[in-house]
């Protein structure tokens, strides 16, 4: 039996600034693990490419307001730093 990928340990590498920011990077990143996994089947983010973020950033939040747009986007520039890929990703 394998244990359920752990987003916070994934991101904690990369975590800075308070603690309220920390946990909603965690938040969101489990969030946006979450809704990749149901759309696409892949459990954890060693196997995303840039399309799957990049469609929960066009379709999956695209009617929440712009901040919190903003603040998934900071999210998912993270997970790419935490990936060492070079994805762009713009509001």
Known sequence: MSKPFDMELFVAGVLTGSYATRQRHVRQAKFIQAE?????????????????V??????RISQRSEATRYYYVLTARLLARRLKTSWVFNL
Not at 36 to 52: F, G, S
Not at 54 to 59: D, G, P, Q, S
């Open 36 to 52: 990749i996994a149901e759309r696409w089947q892949r459990a954890t983010p060693w196997t995303w490419q840039r399309k799957h």
């Open 54 to 59: 990049a469609w929960f950033l066009e379709h």
